[in-house]
């Protein structure tokens, strides 16, 4: 069969990978195009266009970049009928994806399927009535999502596991730990570690790294070391790095991560990661004017956690500091317990336990695949 695949992001282009990989397993005939990046293109098939040349964020870059972004959706709108795939395949991003959506039904007889489905739940509600209109089948990563869209929305979807399982799984069975290793090859000293990963866009390095340097710098007994993110320059961090006693690393979170003691993380998948390598954290998520932002939040956001881990879990497991609650004073505080109590530790852990549990095991491109081939077929 043909497949048609869209992404905007290196995670879509990550998690789009995985998919393709399970899908040639099920079907050994299968043909691929895509806009997506070079995972994706390792996988086989016809890049169209690389994410990179459509990953606009933010009110500004998308209104600069307007022209550009509808001759991609042009392109790809084009290319799709000329192609006449037996399915597309969307993959998270829903601005550029749900247009897509919504041509390919009015304009053509190709399902839609819908992986890694738009988090309509946190906000843009309103968006379920195109997904209704516009996507045959929906398959979600999140647990929680079921309830929101079958019993809020009467609208089934299919839940097959969440593909970070699969990636952390993979990795803690593939390296062990090595803490020796970790210390020589990276010129770290023998000291427990504080993991700080503030995002991986410019502007939230910029708005959390320095607080975060400075709770975490309060702790002498511990070594601060920085997840540096793709596309970061090191010359972008030392803006913010100063004098600050921190070692930056590159292209080692998983790795990071498996060593680390307590962790201060940005909100995002950032935070389940954490939660599978079982390191006590707090999410720390810096806004301007935060006292505004703090209040409408009550009214804008539909759910009551920014967290992938309390999301999923239901009720909080990790400290949550954002906006006017993410101050120096409290990320010191909230570290002090995550690496001090035994109890609140343990009381983590019991919470990331239970989140696992209600993520079920690895699987989740597998699964995709398979009932992807099954639809297909009937």
Request: aromatic share 12%; proline share 5%; hydrophobic share 45%.
């Amino acid at each position: 069969m043909k497949y048609y695949l869209i992404v905007g992001e290196a995670s879509g282009d990550l998690h789009a990978a995985h998919l393709m990989a399970a899908l040639k397993n099920v079907d050994r005939e299968a043909e691929f195009r895509f806009f997506g990046g070079d995972l994706m293109a390792a996988e086989g098939g016809t890049m169209v266009k690389h994410y990179k040349e459509m990953a606009y964020m933010g009110f500004i870059p998308v209104l600069l970049h307007l022209p550009a972004i509808f001759a991609n959706m042009r392109q790809c709108k084009e290319d799709i009928v000329a192609w006449q795939p037996d399915v597309v395949i969307l993959v998270d991003y829903p601005g550029f994806n749900l247009n897509i959506a919504k041509f390919v039904r009015a304009k053509t007889r190709i399902p839609v399927y819908y992986y890694i489905s738009p988090k309509i739940w946190a906000w843009k509600e309103y968006r379920i009535k195109n997904i209704k209109r516009d996507v045959d089948e929906l398959f979600s990563i999140l647990p929680f999502e079921e309830e929101f869209f079958r019993e809020k929305h009467q609208y089934p979807i299919h839940y097959v596991g969440n593909p970070t399982v699969d990636e952390v799984s993979a990795y803690r069975r593939e390296n062990p730990k090595d803490m020796n290793a970790f210390i020589s090859e990276n010129g770290l000293e023998e000291k427990p570690v504080i993991a700080l990963l503030a995002g991986s866009r410019r502007q939230e390095i910029k708005d959390n790294l320095p607080d975060m340097l400075k709770a975490a710098s309060a702790f002498p007994d511990c070594q601060v070391i920085l997840a540096g993110a793709p596309g970061i320059s090191p010359d972008y961090y030392a803006r913010y790095i100063g004098k600050a006693k921190v070692k930056v690393v590159f292209g080692q979170t998983y790795r990071l991560l498996h060593h680390a003691e307590a962790a201060l993380v940005t909100s995002g998948t950032a935070t389940l990661e954490a939660a599978l390598f079982r390191v006590p954290q707090a999410v720390c998520y810096h806004t301007p004017i935060g006292k505004v932002i703090s209040f409408l939040r009550r009214y804008i956001l539909k759910v009551k956690f920014i967290s992938l881990v309390n999301l999923i879990a239901g009720h909080e497991v990790v400290k949550e500091l954002v906006a006017d609650s993410m101050t120096v004073e409290n990320m010191r505080n909230e570290l002090h317990f995550l690496l001090k109590d035994s109890v609140y530790r343990e009381r983590m852990f019991a919470g990331y336990e239970y989140m696992s549990q209600r993520l079920g095991p690895p699987g989740a491109p597998q699964n995709a695949a398979r009932v992807m081939s099954d639809l297909l077929k009937k």
